[in-house]
């Protein structure tokens, strides 16, 4: 029998609806508040500050989400998450639009923020297999992670344009506005969900040992956690400070800063198609070649000299970055237990993800003792690629996988 094409998959369709409302504002939420904190408030020192808060509370309630996840309807969670980001950005607007927002209401804002999203990945990464066959999952999470990055292009031109010719408030409230769209759509009577699949009673201590344990007893998860980690902490995570830093230093404006963001998706955004039309058989041997694409182009961006040739060399970055991440996302989705897909996906989310405070915090560091922001992401870049050589080394069979 014919499968169904995931175009005419109502629930999947669903799914990228909301993902667009949801990602095109939480990266006008981002480039909003990155160009917010180094301009409004003057500190490149306070950005790191703000993401570090962004982040931490959202790792460590992050394989939380995943017990979670695996015990509860995702549509609820993912419902209930985009509807509580929505009257939280409500709050910044208003606060910002009355000049009463203060660093520390800032610090507690993202911080709430970020631990929202904890509950909200894992979910939706979590739904994919249970709604799409797994002969469709490589084309499903590249369609996903298209969208995604669509959408982060579309938040910064959004938000960059706001800027330029309103204010940061007006771009906080039409954020608002399309994260609270997004909850419309992901309301649960909308979609047909599945039922829960863990049905075994035990205490959440427990399920978090078990969803560790599965990682642990494969070596092919464990390594491919290492790539991500290699590259969200050296790459990615860099990326989020350096960029707004760069623009800053190079003279440029929020719409510079859009511009550079823009690219680093559009990157992505080609990569995810190519992933889409194109089976990928040898799964880690490409998330591991798509790092070194990764770390090398990192090197070239952090020798750019203008922001012109900053804005083409970060399209490359953005162009590697999807090759590590789908077809390692696709290899897990179609090996884990569904009734752990929860647990294991929260955990690749916290391997991706829970490294980027440690590299806000040294990025932001090493710039307040006056190290340019060239120089530490070169010293990143060199010793990332040292890493992906090391993984090519000592775990050959990933390589072969």
Request: with cysteine; net charge positive; proline share 4%.
């Amino acid at each position: 029998m014919a499968q169904t094409p995931l175009r005419k998959n109502s629930t999947f369709v669903l799914l990228l609806v909301a993902g667009i409302f949801a990602v095109v504002g939480f990266s006008m939420f981002l480039t909003t508040t990155t160009w917010y904190v180094v301009t409004i408030l003057g500190s490149a020192s306070s950005l790191g500050i703000v993401l570090i808060a962004a982040t931490v509370p959202r790792l460590l309630m992050m394989t939380f989400g995943g017990v979670v996840a695996d015990k509860y309807k995702k549509t609820t969670i993912m419902f209930g998450t985009n509807l509580a980001q929505a009257l939280l950005l409500l709050t910044i607007y208003l606060l910002v639009d009355l000049d009463q927002m203060t660093f520390i209401l800032l610090l507690l804002s993202a911080a709430v923020f970020g631990s929202l999203d904890a509950f909200f990945g894992p979910a939706s990464s979590s739904m994919i297999p249970k709604i799409v066959p797994k002969e469709q999952l490589q084309k499903a999470n590249a369609y996903f992670q298209g969208v995604d990055q669509i959408s982060f292009i579309i938040g910064p031109i959004v938000a960059g344009l706001i800027m330029e010719t309103g204010t940061v408030a007006t771009s906080y409230l039409v954020a608002t506005i399309l994260v609270f769209l997004s909850a419309i759509v992901i309301f649960p009577p909308f979609i047909k969900e599945a039922p829960v699949e863990n049905r075994i009673k035990q205490s959440p201590l427990n399920d978090l040992r078990e969803g560790f344990h599965y990682i642990k007893s494969s070596n092919f998860l464990l390594v491919g956690l290492a790539v991500l980690i290699t590259l969200n902490f050296f790459v990615f995570g860099a990326l989020h400070i350096a960029i707004p830093l760069l623009v800053n230093l190079h003279d440029g404006t929020p719409i510079h800063l859009s511009y550079m963001e823009v690219s680093l998706g559009v990157g992505m955004v080609i990569s995810t198609f190519i992933l889409s039309s194109i089976p990928i058989r040898r799964r880690g041997f490409t998330s591991l070649m798509g790092l070194f694409a990764a770390v090398g182009t990192l090197l070239l961006f952090s020798m750019a000299p203008s922001l012109l040739l900053l804005t083409i060399i970060v399209f490359f970055i953005g162009f590697s970055m999807s090759f590590v991440y789908i077809p390692f996302f696709t290899a897990a989705q179609e090996n884990t237990d569904g009734r752990l897909m929860g647990r294991v996906m929260s955990i690749i989310f916290l391997a991706m993800n829970g490294f980027d405070p440690i590299a806000y915090g040294l990025v932001s560091a090493l710039v307040a003792a006056d190290v340019s922001i060239q120089l530490i992401l070169f010293g990143l870049g060199l010793v990332g690629l040292l890493i992906a050589c090391i993984v090519k080394w000592k775990a050959p069979y990933y390589a072969k996988s």
